[in-house]
């Protein structure tokens, strides 16, 4: 029959749009502000800084390596190291980045400056509502901005950040080994024990 | 046509040519670039004689970034995220090429499970792009909404899923050379079975909408016809190519990855136009859904990542490679030359939109203008890929 294809077409647009008045599987849109989708564990917008203990500036995980700003593949990251070194959260005399900047105008959210720091100091945030009216000023996100809590990492990425959690632990922990087998005389460092240690 | 007496060649190609035409028979229109139609940024210059289309000049270049000499600035790393910018629609299988030269290149071996994951994402990917294809070729038809909305609705489905895994639902930056990036996340493979369930009674909902209607295929019937020999002298690749009856996909050909493993139809149209073309994308869309089924089964444990990939500065030997697959859209290759340094001395995408737009003219002459705004979405480009 010539037109039987398109009342078959028909009936199955009729059934969705009745559907959609009774089924939830049909109602696949939210109305934005005021619903919300909950947002899945591993969303990434833009990096932050991670700092330990309660002083932001005095506990960034970041040593200012500066292997984020090389490897970063618009080239958005901008920082500065120190010429002086100040303890970091377990003590221990660190570099620090003297400026840390972010053009979060650039970036494009690809999470290689995650991957590629080894002192798990930048992680990805999960904040998109970031419309400003000063693109020069209200993009360009300093190391004040940036830094947030290893608290709000848990919280943004629980499963995540237990595994860095557990690993930081563990480096610490032998750091801690290797700084007591340090200090002891003799019959501490001739064991091999502390040596096996300390190239794991 | 009066070129000759202006001197100039017949088949001199000119940017623009400027054509005198005292009788006011032909007319020349420029469709684009932001021609709803035209999927991006793409322009026609399109010369007709009443409704028939006797010339039609594709200019492209409107989205060009870069990207080749970008890629040979950056780590090899770094290139990854740009690749997911080609085929926006389809970023997983530009990872996958591009990670497929680089382990060429380095000679790492993928492990088991990250080979599946693979699999699974880029047939995830080939479903979305060729429901959301179908669903553009009919929008350019005229059936405004309705199937494109149903299209991106499963494509929404596929989408999370890719951002529960990736982080991002389309610049989604997952493989790596030697593996993938993360595990799946838990209960992911759950979310995916769920979806395997509902996914056949969408492509049945979406082929009773849409295959017998007799709007559609008198518009496509017979329209757009590519003829075997130039589709294969041309280089077209992909549903193209298997429209016009040649078998040749690279699962089948190459075997790369683990696609030896599964069984799978590779299907086949016999007449080379629009109608066949899109029926080849629904046929594909259901051998898909085969395969991420028998993947999803076979699925082992074990790494994801070979132990001996290095990704941050990570310098190859010299040498070059070429790594290559099917992609929704045809075959996506990548050329790259190892100086030995840590950026490719030269990085070259052969991008399947691009090529398969080179027979664009062909198809279209003879045919009315509204004609060839089917044609060029029957051709499914994505204009990231097309420009770079």
Not at chain 2, 73 to 81: A, F, N, Q, R
Not at chain 2, 146 to 156: G, H, K, L, S, V
Not at chain 2, 310 to 329: D, Q
Request: hydrophobic share 40%; with cysteine; aromatic share 8%.
């Amino acid at each position: 029959m010539l037109g039987g294809g398109i009342l078959k077409g028909l009936a199955v647009t009729a059934r969705n749009v009745v559907e959609g008045f009774v089924s939830k599987e049909r109602l696949t849109t939210v109305q934005y502000p005021e619903e919300r989708v909950p947002q899945v564990e591993a969303t990434r917008d833009f990096p932050f800084l991670v700092f330990d203990g309660e002083d932001p500036m005095a506990g960034l995980r970041c040593v200012a390596c500066q292997i984020c700003e090389k490897e970063c593949p618009p080239k958005c990251i901008y920082i500065d190291k120190s010429s002086d070194k100040k303890p970091d959260a377990t003590g221990k005399p660190q570099f620090y980045p003297a400026r840390f900047d972010i053009d979060i105008s650039v970036c494009m959210s690809c999470q290689i400056c995650v991957e590629v720091c080894p002192f798990e100091a930048i992680k990805m945030d999960v904040e998109f509502e970031l419309s400003t009216n000063d693109r020069f000023g209200g993009l360009l996100y300093d190391k004040h901005k940036l830094a947030k809590s290893n608290e709000y990492y848990n919280h943004v990425h629980p499963t995540e950040a237990a595994a860095v959690d557990t690993k930081l632990a563990v480096e610490r922990a032998k750091a801690a080994a290797r700084a007591a087998a340090a200090t002891q005389p003799k019959p501490a460092a001739v064991s091999p024990a502390p040596e096996s240690g300390a190239q794991a | 046509m009066n070129t000759e007496l202006l001197g100039v060649p017949p088949d001199t190609i000119t940017r623009r040519e400027v054509i005198y035409d005292q009788e006011g028979e032909t007319l020349e229109i420029s469709m684009g670039p932001h021609h709803p139609s035209t999927h991006g940024v793409f322009r026609m210059d399109v010369r007709l004689e009443g409704e028939r289309i006797v010339r039609l000049k594709p200019v492209i270049g409107y989205l060009h970034r870069n990207h080749e000499k970008i890629a040979e600035g950056t780590t090899y790393l770094g290139s990854i995220p740009y690749t997911d910018r080609l085929d926006y629609f389809c970023s997983l299988t530009n990872n996958w090429a591009y990670c497929m030269a680089v382990e060429q290149l380095a000679g790492f071996e993928v492990p088991d499970r990250a080979q599946y994951l693979r699999v699974i994402l880029s047939e995830l990917t080939r479903l979305q792009n060729h429901a959301s294809a179908v669903g553009f070729l009919v929008q350019d038809m005229g059936a405004s909404g309705t199937p494109i909305m149903y299209a991106f609705r499963e494509r929404e489905k596929i989408l999370d899923l890719f951002e529960a895994l990736t982080g991002s639902r389309m610049m989604c930056n997952y493989m790596r050379f030697g593996g993938c990036r993360v595990d799946l996340p838990a209960g992911w493979i759950d979310q995916l079975k769920a979806l395997m369930k509902t996914l056949p009674a969408f492509l049945e909902e979406f082929e009773k909408l849409l295959v017998s209607n007799e709007i559609l295929m008198a518009r496509t019937q017979g329209v757009g016809v590519l003829s075997a020999k130039l589709a294969v002298n041309a280089g077209v690749t992909g549903p193209m190519l298997r429209a016009t009856g040649v078998n040749y996909d690279l699962r089948k050909v190459d075997g790369y990855g683990f696609y030896p493993r599964f069984e799978f139809k590779v299907p086949l149209g016999e007449h080379g136009d629009v109608y066949d073309r899109y029926m080849i994308r629904v046929l594909e869309m259901r051998e898909s859904v085969k395969i991420l089924n028998q993947a999803i089964e076979q699925l082992p444990e074990g790494p994801i990542i070979d132990p001996k990939a290095k990704l941050r500065g990570f310098r190859p030997k010299p040498g070059e490679s070429y790594g290559r697959l099917e992609a929704p859209k045809g075959e996506l290759g990548f050329y790259l030359i190892s100086d030995g340094s840590p950026n490719p001395y030269r990085y070259r995408v052969r991008p399947p939109s691009f090529v398969n737009l080179t027979i664009l003219e062909d198809m279209c002459l003879g045919a009315n203008i509204a004609d060839a705004v089917i044609i060029l979405g029957s051709v499914d480009i994505v204009l990231g890929e097309v420009d770079r």
